[in-house]
């Protein structure tokens, strides 16, 4: 059985960086997609970043950034089977919310996948 596990949030300054993970449990071989979405009270949840798999688990993949985040924040290279990481720079007070990864993984060279989404954990930006 999978399950995503997150961490990495917390409270940092505006200008400062935080790495969030997402981690999945169980046997997996890699991840066919990997979404990153944020909620802030009385906002509708966004997309910031999207990485998904080119056919190639040890290649780059492809990505998306929403604009409200591009330049900042970046999907680092997949070097972990298991895990995939939101990399958050520059931050900002707009940035401020719960951070959810949403994934599908790929459990077998047969392309079997299961799909699923994190705990979800707090990005706090003071300014």
């Known amino acids: 059985q999978v399950h995503l596990i997150q961490s990495g949030g917390g409270l940092v300054q505006a200008g400062g960086s935080l790495r969030l993970s997402c981690g999945a449990t169980?046997?997996?071989?890699?991840?066919?997609?990997m979404e990153w979405y944020r909620q802030s009270p009385g906002a509708q949840r966004e997309l910031v970043a999207r990485?998904?798999?080119?056919?190639?688990?040890?290649?780059?993949?492809?990505?998306y950034y929403a604009d409200s985040v591009k330049g900042r924040f970046t999907i680092p290279r997949v070097n972990a089977a298991n895990t995939m990481y939101l990399q958050m720079n520059s931050l900002q007070s707009e940035d401020t919310a719960v951070y959810y990864c949403?994934?599908?993984?790929?459990?077998?060279?047969?392309?079997?996948?299961?799909?699923?989404r994190g705990q979800g954990t707090q990005v706090t930006v003071s300014s």
């Open positions: 949403h994934a599908v993984v790929l459990l077998n060279f047969a392309g079997a996948t299961w799909g699923g």
């Open positions: 990485y998904t798999n080119d056919g190639n688990l040890s290649g780059d993949g492809n990505r």
């Open positions: 169980g046997n997996i071989i890699g991840f066919n997609e």
